[in-house]
């Protein structure tokens, strides 16, 4: 599906700041997660179920118990969360109360990166 420059640029934003911001992932996006990002933008994959798969999956790294999870190293291994929200949406009241839960380690995250 092509989509107007303007608005491929915002969605590739978008999904590259979600991404960022979450705990265990890089501070910054690289080439190969911009390419992918302007891949789901090109084949159609709505931003919100871009961003529900990155929450999803981020909460369960995140709030798991046991030892921490090694960092996230690129938007790829999102893709699975991806192809889950597309085949089963989860209610979205759930993602908000996953996107409140994972909300501390967001803000802990930015005040580390003011501190850079």
Known sequence: MKRPADQERL????????????????????RQDRRLARDLCRRGVPLRTVRTA???AAAR???????????????????????????????????????AKLKPFASQKSALLGER
């Open 61 to 99: 790294r995140t709030l798991r118990s046991g030892l921490p999870l090694p960092p996230v190293r690129t938007l790829h291994y999102f893709l699975p969360a991806i192809d889950e929200v597309l085949e089963q949406p989860p209610d979205p009241a759930y993602i908000d109360y996953l996107a």
């Open 54 to 56: 990155l929450l999803l």
């Open 11 to 30: 969605y590739l934003e978008a999904v590259l700041a979600t991404y960022s911001s979450l705990p265990g992932t890089p501070w910054r996006p690289s």
